[in-house]
């Protein structure tokens, strides 16, 4: 009992340290709220409001289940393929950047790497889309550019930290065993990489489909170009066909990419 008291009396104390953190932060949250201005609701905003919550519980069903060119599902399988594309190319594009950061590669001049991985990840996804859209004109293509490009920061970023893992000793045995280095890639750094890579790319292809729905606002097709005519022309039950397709993708989409995951990581 009295070691464990003086191990209490002992313990590090960082009162006036806390004092100070909790004083910044409520500094920063009195100043914050001092700069937020609302000007409250629109006259009619609460009717509005109910008007689309009526037609969220009660969407345009025909659209959610036509095939026509305009329907829901065709939409949202253009959609995914949008996603699907930008986030193979962005993968692709990733695995020379993060090998060229890695540590246990490059050393300290992995600075390179990181320096353009952090500017890739710096640019605001609708300032990035737009000037895409600027170059080459609104469509699918654009939207593939724009989802792969925005794709580097976040899963090479992801792709170094699983290189960074890699379990040194397997390339040490096959170096005394005279392996070449394609031997030692083949055999002791792909196996280790593969399932990480992989459950990388999935997770990214789950944020890249939100993405997509997005970038259709821009003109780049795909279920997110049904949101705006419908919201301008007030007609709710379209959009809410639209919110729904959506949300089953997404349901559907995060149930089955969470199972692959955790088999690939369990191996």
Wanted: without cysteine.
């Amino acid at each position: 009992m009295q070691n464990v008291i003086e191990t209490y009396n002992h313990r590090p104390k960082h009162t006036i340290r806390n004092i100070i953190t909790f004083s910044i932060i409520a500094y920063l949250i009195i100043w914050s709220a001092n700069i937020l201005k609302f000007p409250g609701f629109f006259g009619n905003g609460i009717q509005i409001a109910r008007g689309i919550l009526n037609a969220f519980f009660n969407p345009d069903w025909s659209r959610i289940f036509s095939l026509q060119v305009d329907g829901i599902p065709v939409l949202i399988f253009e959609t995914l393929g949008m996603a699907f594309l930008g986030t193979l190319l962005g993968a692709v594009l990733s695995i020379p950047f993060a090998f060229l950061t890695a540590k246990n590669i490059v050393g300290r001049f992995n600075f390179i790497g990181n320096t353009i991985i952090t500017t890739i990840r710096s640019f605001p996804f609708f300032l990035t889309a737009m000037m895409l859209v600027g170059v080459s004109g609104p469509g699918q293509m654009t939207a593939v550019i724009t989802i792969g490009i925005l794709s580097i920061g976040m899963i090479s970023k992801l792709f170094i930290e699983a290189i960074e893992d890699i379990d040194p000793g397997i390339l040490q045995s096959l170096d005394a065993l005279g392996a070449t280095t394609y031997q030692k890639i083949r055999y002791g750094i792909v196996p280790q990489l593969t399932a990480s890579f992989l459950s990388i790319t999935i997770y990214r292809f789950e944020i890249n489909i939100k993405n997509a729905t997005i970038l259709g606002l821009l003109g780049a097709g795909g279920i997110g170009s049904e949101l705006i005519p419908r919201i301008q022309d007030y007609s709710w039950r379209i959009v809410s066909a639209v919110l729904w397709g959506i949300i089953i993708v997404v349901w559907i989409n995060d149930y089955f990419s969470t199972k692959l995951r955790k088999k690939l990581m369990e191996g």
